[in-house]
């Protein structure tokens, strides 16, 4: 049985003390230890969708119950621009970021950092894995279940699954104790740029840039001071489909079937927008 085929045809660290980057000019202070940390944690949050949603007609939307973002790296720069940022941290395999959840992603001691003022922090991201509701119809009978997918939005490998490029995806449907698996792959789609945060999916990897709200992060090792990063990202309506009124079909239910052209068209995947606060 390929009744997730129809879905997918459709949809086209252990994190330590950052200690520098090999890439710093040779002006850049050496790390020190000052005992003061800037951390950046990660969690889902309405504060994050900035643009209301316009809804599409004939689109349905819902909220995943669950997602996860495997965060690769983070950067500091010093303006948007900065051809040289600073690498607080970097994973292989990506840290796996419960966004329901919250989770920290980054801990380091601010003496690890070069003196001086950032105005834009950069985030790496590997994949989204993220599950919503769905129902399956297949030879007369529909199946409420859920649907999980693991996205990849950058090149990287996986433990489990060896080499990934940019726009692959497994999936899973499970009802009534069956599991339907499909793999294949589908054009990555990202948020649209706004002033708070860009993204960027040059080369086979998603960047994700966003503006410190409050200006800058100053870094003195002199004074220095603890520093709490909280980037926000919006999963809130954040997948999406096109309703197909097949028999058996019900308007705000994700429905897979059979029959691939009865299938509904997923038109956003789990996240559509990121926001920051810093402290």
């Known amino acids: 049985m390929m009744l997730l085929a129809i879905m997918m045809t459709a949809c086209g660290v252990e994190y330590g003390e950052g200690t520098g980057d090999a890439r710093l000019d040779s002006t850049a202070s050496l790390p020190t230890q000052t005992g003061y940390a800037l951390t950046v944690s990660g969690s889902s949050s309405s504060a994050a969708c900035l643009f209301d949603l316009e809804p599409v007609d004939g689109w349905s939307y819902q909220t995943p119950q669950t ?10 720069l010093r303006s948007v621009d900065d051809t040289n940022p600073h690498l607080l941290v970097g994973s292989a395999p990506a840290h796996a970021a419960d966004l329901v959840e919250g989770t920290t992603f980054a801990q380091v001691d601010t003496g690890s950092i070069p003196e001086g003022t950032y105005t834009h922090m950069r985030i790496k991201l590997d994949y989204v894995d993220f599950e919503v509701s769905a129902t399956g119809h297949m030879g007369g009978f529909s199946l409420p279940g859920a649907l999980d997918v693991d996205y990849v939005l950058s090149d990287h490998d996986s433990e489990a699954r060896g080499a990934q490029s940019q726009g692959e995806y497994v999936a899973k449907f499970t009802a009534a104790g069956m ?9 990555v789609e990202y948020p649209p740029s706004y002033p708070e945060a860009t993204v960027a999916t040059d080369g086979g990897e998603y960047w994700v840039t966003l503006a410190v709200p409050s200006g800058a992060i100053a870094i003195s090792h002199e004074r220095p001071d603890h520093v709490d990063v909280d980037v926000q990202f919006c999963i809130d309506s954040g997948f999406a489909w096109a309703e197909n009124q097949a028999p058996g079909h019900t308007d705000g239910v994700f429905d897979l079937d059979y029959d691939p052209a009865a299938t509904e068209r997923p038109m956003s995947m789990a996240v559509r927008g990121f926001t920051m606060t810093v402290n």
Not at 179 to 187: K, W
């Open 67 to 76: 997602a996860t973002i495997g965060v690769a790296a983070v950067e500091l």
């Open 179 to 187: 599991e339907v698996p499909q793999a294949g792959v589908r054009p």
